[in-house]
Structures are given as C-alpha cells and as structure tokens.
C-alpha cells in the first residue's frame, strides 16, 4: 500500500512546525507511524513523531489503515509530495536488519582506513628494487610485484574497454564477482587480476612472514577522508615511499601491512558507502589505482544515475566525476553530466598552467562531443577544487562563483 502526505512539498512542509523535517527523510528511509482516522469523514492522517499529517491513499488496500493502526513505512520519494509504502512486519525486520549490518560494518572499517597512497608508493619501491628490497622475503616481494603489475596502465584507460575491464578489476566488485564464478559465469582472469583479491593475498603473505601491523611506525599513517555517496570529490594526495625512511626488513614488513591493511578497509568502506547510498539516486563510487610509469596514483569516480530528475522528454540523467592527483602540479576534477542528449562538462585544475591547457583544447573535445550527436550544453574550464555540494544537481554546468 502506498500513501502520499500532501502536505508535504519538495522545498518545506506546509503545516509542519520543523521547515527541516523534510530534508532529514531521506529515500529509503524507514519510518513507524500511526494512523489516525476522523470519525465522521472517515479522513485520513498519519501521526508521525507526535505531528498529523494530512495523507491520501495512492496505491493499494482501498480501505486503507484504520484509526490507530501502527504502520512501518518506507520513504519511496519526496518530491513533488511525500509517498510512503507500507512494509509487512517480515519486511521491515529484514530492513531494519540490514541497516544494523551497515552501520556495524561501517563502525568496524572507517576507523581503519586510509589513503592507498603509501602502500603504492611502497610497492613503486619494491618494483624497483630500491634499497632494502632485496633484504625481505622472496614471497612477500612476490606478492607485492604481482599486485603492482595488476594496477592498470593509466595510459590505457583513454579506451572505454580497458576502462571498464579495470574497473571490474577494481576490487570494488570482488564479492560479485565470485558470486558469478559460483555459477560458472566469471571470467577467470578478472578474478586473478582483481586489486581487493591481490590485496588480500599480499597481506596474507605478509602475516605468514611474520609482519605485526600493530608494530608499524603509526606517524607514517596517511588518513583521508572517508569515502562518501554525496559531497565534493576530492583527489586523493600521492605521497613517497615511506621504506626510504625505515631500515630493516622487519619494520619494513611491519609498515607494509599496516598500509594494505587500511587500503583494504578503504575499499570495503567504498563498498558499504555504494551499498548504503540513496535508491533514488543510483550512485557508485569507485578509488582505482593506476600506475604511471614507475610511480602510482588513484582515479575517483563517481557515477550517479538519478530518476527522479527525468526531464520530460528528455531522458534520464546521468554524471560522471573524476579526480585525481597528478603530482607536482596539483589535483584535477572533471564533472561530465548527460540529460538526454544534452552534456555539459566542467573541467577543474589547480595548476593555472593546467587550467589554460584545458581552456586551449577545449574546442577539440566539443567538436568531438558534437560528431557523436550530442548537444552541448556548456564545456567550463574553471581554477580552483570544488568547495562544497548542497546536494542539487544543477542541469547546467556553470559556477556563478567563479
């Protein structure tokens, strides 16, 4: 049964004494109210945290709720009104089990996480074989080679085939896909290159060697923020290999497993983040390390696939972001949005050199845009990081605070 309150509205409730209710229910969201019906008119509300809300039946029982009846709902949107669906009481347990799940999974992992950055630039060390590499375990140096060669070539990602094979391999589906070699549908080679796998595998390998996490140097840490659905995307720093400041294979081993250790809570983080985000807004968020020549960097991606933003004849919309750390000169982020046919890109930099190069191709990249069929709506090419997110989608891509 589906029951719209309509007298809630896309921008503040009307009749509501807290304006910021509305923003606190998110999509998805679970709820218990009570039903309250009048005697006389048989009209309906809903009791939801001691206010009424005038309501209507959408969709379901005719009958609807009868007056006090206790009901667990879930938030399917709230926009242009707000449209609940009640849930069976087996329903609402499983969800209410789920988000349990979530929150301890996240509880267990975002403490421990941290930026990939130093655990490549370690693996960039021992490619190189660099001083003291030759000094640790020919099995745990093995390992670490295997995981750096699985790192996709950044200059290969320019094809949208290489792109998508890396971000299978990314580690971010592992667990889908050995849900798929179950049932004889994976294929072998993506899960002998995944980065989560090899990541395990490297910090098995380290253990079985006799490396203590616990021990490591922990002023050598490299926290980041923890990866979120929503807010701006912000590059991850690269950082230098921390082995060319320890001596002895022991601390060595020591430092390595530490820093794979919360690369791997990183990336379970991102994973619990994809599964946690908004239904309305299908959102992935991905963090792929690339190699570039002899040192390594990682690529943000977040994809978003909104519904409830259909324009009326114009399609779904979609948006693509990336970031990335490019060394000396800063970090680079690019926003791409598709409504339709209809695409806007922004393009940002730190470097000013950097934002001028932009600037100077970007009449390529349209003429390119343009031979595909698609109408461009506007190609920015701004100085500066993004500072914020309101969590609006502008259907333009202009920054009136530039």
Do not use: Y
């Not at 669906?85 to 421990?112: G, H, K, N």
């Not at 390594?296 to 779904?316: C, F, I, N, P, Y």
């Not at 000396?328 to 940002?348: D, E, M, N, S, W």
């Amino acid at each position: 049964m589906r029951i719209d309150l309509v007298d809630f509205r896309s921008t503040s409730p009307a009749g509501s004494n807290s304006p910021s209710l509305l923003s606190e229910w998110r999509v998805g969201a679970l709820l218990q109210v009570i039903a309250v019906r009048d005697a006389a008119s048989g009209q309906l509300w809903l009791d939801i945290g001691g206010q009424r809300h005038n309501a209507r039946l959408a969709s379901g029982n005719s009958a609807g709720p009868a007056n006090g009846e206790v009901l667990n709902v879930r938030v399917l949107r709230n926009s242009p009104v707000l449209a609940l669906e009640t849930l069976s009481s087996s329903t609402a347990a499983a969800a209410d089990a789920e988000a349990t799940v979530v929150a301890d999974a996240m509880r267990r992992f975002v403490p421990r996480q941290e930026s990939p950055a130093l655990m490549l630039a370690n693996l960039s060390w021992l490619a190189q074989g660099k001083h003291g590499a030759e000094d640790l375990p020919k099995a745990v140096t093995q390992a670490a080679a295997q995981l750096w060669q699985a790192l996709p070539d950044a200059d290969s990602l320019g094809d949208p085939e290489n792109l998508a094979g890396a971000l299978r391999r990314s580690g971010a589906f592992l667990e889908a896909n050995l849900a798929d070699a179950s049932r004889g549908a994976a294929d072998p080679r993506v899960l002998a290159n995944d980065l989560k796998a090899l990541m395990l595998a490297l910090s098995r390998t380290l253990r079985e060697n006799g490396a203590r996490p616990n021990a490591a140097h922990s002023d050598t840490a490299m926290n980041a923020a923890p990866p979120t659905a929503r807010g701006p995307l912000t590059a991850l720093n690269a950082a230098p290999a921390t082995f060319s400041m320890i001596e002895g294979a022991e601390q060595q081993l020591n430092e390595l497993a530490r820093q794979t250790e919360g690369a791997l809570a990183r990336l379970t983080t991102t994973q619990i983040t994809n599964t946690a985000a908004d239904p309305s807004v299908q959102s992935m968020l991905v963090e792929l390390p690339v190699r570039h020549d002899d040192r390594a960097s990682t690529l943000r991606l977040r994809v978003e696939h909104d519904e409830s933003r259909k324009h009326q004849g114009s399609g779904d919309s979609w948006s693509v972001e990336a970031a990335m750390d490019l060394g000396q000169v800063g970090a680079l982020h690019a926003k791409v949005t598709l409504t339709g046919h209809r695409i806007g890109v922004q393009l940002r930099a730190e470097s000013p050199a950097i934002v001028n190069a932009l600037s100077a191709r970007a009449g390529e990249l349209e003429a390119i845009l343009r031979e595909a069929g698609l109408e461009i709506d506007r190609i920015v090419c701004l100085h500066g990081m993004p500072v914020g997110d309101t969590g609006a989608r502008a259907a333009r891509l202009l920054d009136v605070r530039a």
